[in-house]
């Protein structure tokens, strides 16, 4: 697949870079809000320039080129200080022993001590040191001295290297380790069993040996060396805790298995904003109105920090099975609606007409004065959950999860991915528990469509009343989400210097941003494209398909869609020749065809968009194509399925209360994805033209389609339409090769031309007042060839 230019991620800028701007190189010295301070690295003498991050991201030739390695090789002092702080005096004294003993005199003195003068040799001046090392307490052979020496020369006269590094202890001892992870195993098992003895365990963690590895090992000797002596074998749970956990009761084994280890749970920390985050599908058990006006179940997929308990973005999608009936196929939350589910982290939401006003940013605990000095798109209608970056996302293994192009966006958003284990919701505990949370706060106070927590306790009559759209309960969650969730003190959240405080996700938010910065990440209208799902398609004269609809560029990029005709094959390795191609299932009237040899775009209209009033989907086109097919047509009649879809009549639900739908249902189309480059006025940055300067036109001007001019005779009787030459032939009529001769010498009819008939009179009178002085007579019947 053609790959973006990664360098141009504004995730890879950072101080001390160096980036491509204004066809120059330069270097990131200074980052203050939306402002960064570049120095040329041409060796010019032009002093440092402040740019705004929005233009220098989105320049056309910026690019970062990497960071400077001179630079971080000089944080590096002494080649490993960094690990050995507080050891400073420790290895200022080692570094006086090691040049007395090189050189016979300790820095700063001026006489020999006693074994180390100018006639002594390194063997002696070693055992000198180790003598006055003994007597400091200190116990050091001349030899292990001698050793130090040569590793200190070697490192370039470092002294780190003569520190004392403390060796951790080896867990497991020298146990193998395939024995420790069965021991880990076997206890694992028994969570849920009686309670049994170690000598128990030790039989068992025998045969699972044998089980898992007697094929590979072949001897059973070989297996029974695996496992240690029954004194080690002791030890050996003593120190990794399994004898505690068999003397629990039954009740605190199992929860204990049930606590996924590193890196899934347990206390890993994470102090920044977007470090981790969870991602999860659950149902939302409210039914919707769908695009056919029947009662669907709905998804909800939500995206949450683990830092903070934000919820970056949320997506509600349509569910159902598939009909045994009809054959129609069942919908769920596919890779697409991840996606623009994930371009919600990278933007503000906008707060909508109706919302409360507490819902707004600038009313809530963010630090929305700072946000919106370092990002311009935070401005009083944005709503108060702010823009996290994830850097990490721990996923379910569904298969929307685990799609290719999923794993796609991740890696050009460079977005670090971990899958949770199978059927094991605490490795995702945070995103399971927010679902709760949202049943408990949002769902079952949704008026219509509630279902309840189960079939039991579902309500009546609930397919009967006027439920929601999709669109509107996503409206409605949003809503949710800025005014109250983000809102709402987390028993979870706590600040350290205020321990007994209890924040919410923003006042948490506000906390860490404070510490690590805020950093806007804006996406081109290019960029967003990529969110899109990709097909591989043959450029032709006529257009290219997807899906059996044909797909044709639109008037400002028929010239690029001509060059890339002319190229022929695409020559991507393992595309066979084809282009790369990004729609949106949600909206495919229009798609992008992707051009990598410029890294440009060529939009592309659907031939027959102009029949369509309403809007409509991909799933709407294949379900009318499949009617179009099971009444005996074919798929690739685009034009039958088009006018069948255009002409589409929705159901109206009946016993609706006051205020009636009196239009269509409008279908789900997913979450808005800014993909069209903003219009540009032509007529901008022009100056405002002065009508008094304004002078008209001479004559008014004849169209090129009419007939080359001819000279009139010198006179000619007024009021006539022909005149006679003096070779007593007629001179034709000026405009007669434009209108058929009708054999009597008459005008043509105004009425069959469209043209009043004084207008042929006032031109006829024009042409033969002012007669072409350079004309010839024998040039007077030619005609204009078109």
């Known amino acids: 697949m053609a790959g973006a230019d990664e360098g141009r991620l504004a995730g890879a800028l950072s101080l001390e870079a160096r980036v491509r701007w204004q066809g120059r190189e330069w270097e990131v010295v200074e980052w203050q809000g939306p402002q960064v301070t570049l120095v040329p690295l041409d060796g010019g003498q032009e002093a440092p320039r402040a740019v705004s991050y929005r233009w220098l991201v989105g320049a056309e030739d910026f690019a970062v080129l990497g960071t400077d390695a001179a630079s971080a090789a000089g944080r590096l002092a002494l080649g490993g200080w960094d690990g050995e702080e507080g050891r400073e005096k420790e290895a200022a004294l080692w570094q006086a022993r090691m040049v007395e003993i090189d050189t016979g005199l300790a820095p700063g003195r001026s006489e020999y001590e006693r074994g180390f003068g100018p006639g002594t040799t390194l063997a002696l001046r070693c055992a000198a040191m180790s003598a006055r090392l003994a007597a400091e307490g200190v116990l050091c052979s001349a030899h292990t001295l001698a050793d130090k020496r040569r590793k200190w020369k070697a490192a370039g006269e470092n002294p780190v290297v003569l520190l004392s590094v403390t060796r951790e202890k080896r867990p497991g001892g020298f146990t193998d380790p395939r024995c420790l992870a069965a021991m880990q195993e076997v206890v694992a098992r028994r969570a849920h069993a009686s309670d049994v003895t170690i000598d128990v365990i030790r039989e068992e963690v025998e045969d699972l040996l044998h089980e898992l590895y007697g094929k590979e090992l072949g001897d059973p000797a070989a297996v029974a060396a695996l496992l240690p002596s029954r004194s080690t074998f002791y030890l050996r749970m003593k120190e990794s805790g399994l004898t505690d956990v068999l003397s629990q009761p039954t009740r605190a084994r199992a929860a204990l298995a049930a606590t996924p280890p590193l890196p899934y749970g347990g206390r890993e920390a994470v102090l920044r904003p977007g470090e981790v985050t969870q991602v999860d599908t659950s149902p939302l058990r409210i039914l919707a109105c769908g695009d056919d006006g029947q009662p669907t179940a709905t998804e909800m997929s939500t995206l949450i920090d683990v830092s903070n308990h934000s919820m970056c973005a949320l997506m509600i999608t349509p569910s159902r099975p598939r009909d045994a009936k009809s054959g129609q196929a069942g919908q769920a939350t596919r890779a697409i609606d991840l996606t623009l589910m994930l371009a919600q982290a990278f933007a503000p939401w906008p707060v909508m007409p109706g919302w409360d006003p507490l819902s707004a940013a600038a009313a809530s605990s963010l630090p929305f004065g700072a946000l919106q000095a370092a990002d311009e798109r935070f401005t009083e209608a944005t709503a108060a ?31 670090a991915r971990r899958p949770a284990r199978k059927k094991t919701a605490p490795d995702k505990q945070l995103v399971e528990s927010s679902f709760v949370t949202v049943a408990h706060r949002f769902s079952q106070h949704v008026m219509h469509g509630w279902q309840g927590r189960s079939h039991k306790k579902r309500g009546r009559g609930i397919d009967r009343m006027p439920l929601y759209t999709i669109a509107e309960l996503q409206q409605m969650a949003q809503e949710w989400v800025a005014l109250e969730y983000q809102q709402t003190p987390d028993a979870g959240l706590r600040d350290p210097f205020r321990p007994g405080v209890v924040l919410s996700p923003n006042d948490m938010y506000a906390v860490q941003v404070a510490r690590s910065g805020y950093r806007a990440v804006p996406l081109s209208p290019a960029q967003n494209r990529f969110f899109l799902l990709p097909r591989w398609v043959t450029p032709g004269k006529g257009g290219f398909m997807i899906n059996y609809r044909t797909y044709q560029p639109i008037a400002q990029d028929a010239g690029h869609y001509r060059e890339i005709l002319l190229r022929g094959a695409s020559k991507l390795p393992g595309a066979g020749g084809k282009w790369e191609c990004r729609f949106n299932p949600y909206r495919p009237e229009r798609v992008w ?109 004849i169209s090129p389609l009419a007939p080359a001019p001819v000279s009139a005779p010198p006179a000619l009787p007024p009021g006539t339409g022909s005149a006679e030459s003096s070779d007593g032939g007629t001179v034709p009529h000026p405009l007669a090769a434009l209108f058929p001769d009708d054999g009597d010498g008459s005008l043509p009819e105004a009425s069959a031309a469209g043209v009043p008939a004084a207008v042929y009179g006032f031109v006829e009178a024009e042409l033969l007042d002012e007669p072409e002085p350079d004309s010839d007579d024998e040039d007077e019947g030619d005609v204009w060839e078109m």
């Open 385 to 415: 959950r702010p823009v996290i970056r994830p850097e990490l996302i721990i996923y379910d293994q569904g298969s929307p999860y685990a799609s290719e192009h999923f794993a796609e966006v991740c890696d050009r958003l460079r977005i």
């Open 593 to 701: 065809l992707y051009d990598h040899t410029g890294r440009t775009w060529v939009t592309c209209d659907f031939r027959l968009r102009h029949l369509f009033t309403d809007p409509w989907t991909a799933d709407m086109w294949q379900e009318y194509a499949e009617r179009h097919r099971a009444a005996g047509g074919s798929e690739e009649d685009e034009e039958a399925i088009a006018l069948a879809l255009a002409q589409r009549d929705r159901r109206r639900r009946s016993r609706r209360p006051p205020p009636k739908r009196t239009g269509a249902e409008p279908p789900f189309q997913g979450l808005e994805l800014e993909c069209e480059q903003p219009s540009q006025d032509p007529y901008a940055g022009l100056k405002e033209f002065d009508l008094s300067t304004l002078r008209p036109y001479p004559t008014q001007p």
